[in-house]
Nanobody, 122 residues
């Protein structure tokens, strides 16, 4: 079993910054992948970014490229999402998820956190 706990969300003004954290506990395989998804009210959960646990490879959704950075601290079993130049359209509940496939589909992630709210005011 893997438990994921997100933190770091909050209310920020347009062009502000936040750093989300996803702390993992339980069995963690070096081949696993951690991703961030987000879900705005009335919308489906959408892919944001992912990283391989061994650090070999990251992928970003087009609208966050150049603004968001995903990284990890293996010693702390934690994945981060650094978000800069935030926009009102980034407002959503952000989830981290862990799976075994390099995938942007929610269907390929078995373990999920409870989510952390990010609100960007205009």
């Amino acid at each position: 079993q893997v438990q994921l706990t997100e933190s770091g969300g909050g209310l920020v003004q347009t062009e502000g910054s936040l750093r989300l954290s996803c702390a993992a506990s339980g069995r963690i395989l070096s081949s696993s992948v951690t991703a961030w998804f987000r879900q705005a009210p009335g919308q489906d959960r959408k892919f944001v970014a992912l990283i391989r646990w061994n650090g070999r490879g990251t992928t970003y959704e087009d609208s966050v490229k150049g603004r968001f950075t995903i990284s990890q601290d293996s010693a702390k079993n934690t994945v981060y999402l650094e978000m800069k130049n935030l926009k009102p359209e980034d407002t959503a509940l952000y989830y981290c998820a862990r799976g075994s496939q390099y995938s942007m589909s929610t269907n390929d992630y078995r373990y999920w956190g409870q989510g952390t709210q990010v609100t960007v005011s205009s």
